[in-house]
Each structure stands twice: as C-alpha cells, then as structure tokens.
C-alpha cells in the first residue's frame, strides 16, 4: 500500500467522523445479540403491552436477529418504511438493537439514539393483535417496533391521521414521506444520510447505474421508488407515476443493456431485470447510509 493510499484512506475516515466519540454510529456483532438474549430464559408479562406474550416476544426477537432478511412488513400495511431502516441495526447493531427491544417491551418505553419511544395506550393495546397481515400476525416484536414508530414520527402525510385508531396500520397514520424516512435513520441510529431525491420527482440521475453501484461500495443504499411499476409484468402498462415502497439495493450487475437488481423486499431476497432508462424512471429517492467513526485527535 503507498504512502498517498494510505493517505486517502485517512482522509475518507476523517471525513466521516467529527472526532467525537459521542456522535459515532454504535455497531456490534450478531454472536454478541445472540449471547445476550440467550442469558434471557425467561421475561415477564409486560403491563403494558397486555396481548405480546413474553415467550412469543422473545423468540420473534432472537429470528430477527439470527435471520434479519427474513423480517416482513406485512401484507396490505403501510410500514415497508420502518422494516426498511431495520435493516441498518438489524446488520450493524444487534445488540444495541435488541436491548432497545427489551426495554420498549418491560418498561413501555424506551430510547433509541437520540429519540424516546413512549408509545400511546392505543398502539399497546393493539399490538400483538394485528390480523390478515400475513406472517406478520404471528410476529408480535415487529408489531410492536413497526408500530412505535409509526406512532412517534410524523410527517405531512400523517398531517390529518395523527392518532391511531383500529385499522391505522393500513392507512396515513403509518404512511412515511421520504423526507421522514431519512430523518428517522438519522435520529434512531444515527448514521451519516446522503439523500437524493423528493416525494414528488425523482433525481434523474445520467448514470444510474454506476451512481448505484458506487454507493453500494461505501454503504447502505436505500430506494424510494414506484413499486407498481418494478413489478408489473408489462412495463409498457400505464401506471401512477408515485413513489410507494421503501427496499434495500443489495447488488447490481450489468450485461449489455439490462441491469441485474438484487434487493431486499422484506421476507428475503428478490431479483429483476430493468433497463437503466426503466430504472431511473422508477427511483424517486436514493438514501446512502454511512457510518460515523470516532477517530481519536
């Protein structure tokens, strides 16, 4: 490695961090979640979540942590935005993830980086109790977690549905706008947000492609796109030119004209076949997530 390597190196770590081991994105490893939660035989009956079973609680957690791809939204709801940024805990810290978990669920509330989790009375009653919202019924943890944070953070599509009522997991009491999305990863985790795009127009990038590929080298890229479009059979259909889903850009690979995606669409893994120009034409916002890494002055 040469000298102006290494240079630029330090100089890509510099950049991003502050030097302030207080504002350092927390990473740990998966075997440390595992351990702790296997010192956990048992927890008690939590008074504020009346209908999540300790037991069933537990053991959905121990599956995230052990299997994080396998983490659904649930069918017909509103909350791909909150399964989407779990993947950054999920992957990066476990153990403070799972932590945070256990607290939310003995103490009814709880703080995850920089924001407090204090769910109303109505989120706790129904949590636990979701149906017909696929393998997410029998899932209570992620009910919990998808619901907490529907229910603390808001944005102007929550403007007129603020309060949960039965049934809200459907509607825009759950629903996330891209500007929230990126200020919930900010705030819960705490990792450096390099955002393009809008609710409204998408960034248009010229090389889609290489733009996507790059950012996969350095961190977590999350797409904010039209998924009617990404899986209509026809892309010649017309469909609404909205932005509805939030997944996770896992790998791409380029053969002539066509784009190989590999992404993560909540339950495992998915891929398709798009063109660049087909693509772009999708992607309405690109989130690149990196961490903040405390290097000592």
């Known amino acids: 490695m040469t000298l102006v390597t290494v240079f630029i190196l330090v100089v890509d770590v510099l950049a991003q961090g502050n030097g302030d081991a207080s504002d350092t994105t927390p990473i740990s490893l998966q075997r440390d979640a595992l351990s702790y939660l296997a010192k956990i035989e048992s927890l008690p009956q939590s008074p504020y979540w009346p209908n999540i079973k300790p037991q069933a609680f537990l053991e959905n957690l121990k599956m ?8 659904y939204e649930g069918s017909n709801t509103n909350f791909c935005s909150y399964a989407a940024l779990s993947f950054l805990p999920l992957h990066d810290d476990p153990l403070g993830f799972s932590k945070m978990m256990i607290a939310l669920y003995t103490d009814g509330k709880a703080v995850c980086g920089k924001a407090t989790l204090d769910p109303t009375s109505a989120v706790k009653q129904v949590a636990g109790t979701l149906k017909f919202k696929g393998i997410l019924d029998i899932h209570p943890a992620n009910q919990l977690w998808f619901l907490s944070l529907a229910d603390h953070f808001k944005g102007y599509l929550n403007f007129f549905n603020r309060h949960f009522d039965a049934g809200d997991e459907d509607k825009f009491w759950a629903a996330c706008n891209y500007a929230k999305f990126n200020r919930m990863i900010k705030q819960l985790f705490n990792y450096k947000v390099d955002a393009r795009g809008s609710d409204l127009i998408g960034p248009r990038i010229k090389d889609i492609y290489s733009y996507l590929n790059k950012r996969l080298q350095t961190g977590t890229t999350i797409l904010f796109l ?3 479009s990404l899986h209509k059979k026809k892309h010649s259909t017309r469909r609404p030119a909205i932005p509805t889903h939030f997944l996770v850009l896992l790998g791409m ?11 993560w669409d909540y339950g495992g893994r998915s891929l398709r076949e798009v063109t660049p120009k087909f693509l772009d034409k999708i992607i309405f916002g ?7 890494i405390y290097v000592p002055q």
Not at 286 to 292: D, E, G, P, Q, R
């Open 286 to 292: 690109v989130s690149h997530c990196t961490k903040k």
């Open 64 to 71: 995230d942590v052990e299997a994080p791809l396998k983490m």
């Open 253 to 263: 690979e380029k053969v002539d004209d066509i784009i190989k995606i590999t992404y």
């Open 226 to 228: 039209n998924n009617a």
